[in-house]
C-alpha cells in the first residue's frame, strides 16, 4: 500500500507561486494514477488536478486551469503541483492522492491519501 506525504506548503502573496511535492513510498508508484486536492474550512474537499499513470493524461479543475500544473516523476516518486498567480481563493489545505488506473476528478475515487499541506495567499 502507497503511503504519501506532501511538502511545499506556505504563505505567499497574490499574483506569487507555489510549487507542493508528494513523496510516495511503499508502493509501485508508477502503477497509480494521481490527483491534487484542496479543502479550505467549512467546505468540500474539492478536486485540483489528477494526472495518469505515465504522466501523459492530464485534467484540471476550470478554477486553476491555466495556473497549475500537474507533474510527476516516476523515477523518483514523486508527484508536483506548480501553482502560479496563485489567488486569495487558492487558500486551502492541499492534498496528494492516489488510486490504481485510470485518473478520475471525484475524492471518494481514491483510496490513498497523504496528511496535506497548508497554503495560504495574501491579498
Known amino acids: 500500500q502507497v503511503q504519501l506525504v506532501e511538502s511545499g506548503g506556505g504563505l505567499v502573496q497574490a499574483g506569487g507561486s507555489l510549487r507542493l511535492s508528494c513523496a510516495a513510498s511503499?508502493?509501485?508508484?508508477?502503477?497509480?494514477?494521481m490527483g491534487w486536492f484542496r479543502q479550505a474550512p467549512g467546505l468540500e474537499r474539492e478536486f485540483v488536478a489528477t494526472?495518469?499513470?505515465?504522466?501523459?493524461?492530464?485534467e484540471y479543475a476550470d478554477s486553476v486551469k491555466g495556473r497549475f500544473i500537474i507533474s510527476r516523476d516516476n523515477a523518483k516518486n514523486t508527484l508536483s503541483l506548480q501553482m502560479n498567480s496563485l489567488k486569495p481563493e487558492d487558500t486551502a489545505a492541499y492534498y496528494c492522492a492516489a488510486r490504481y488506473f485510470s485518473t478520475a476528478t471525484k475524492s471518494a475515487q481514491y483510496p490513498y491519501w497523504g496528511q496535506g499541506t497548508q497554503v495560504t495567499v495574501s491579498s
Open positions: 511503499g508502493g509501485t508508484f508508477s502503477i497509480y494514477s
Open positions: 494526472i495518469g499513470r505515465s504522466g501523459s493524461s492530464t
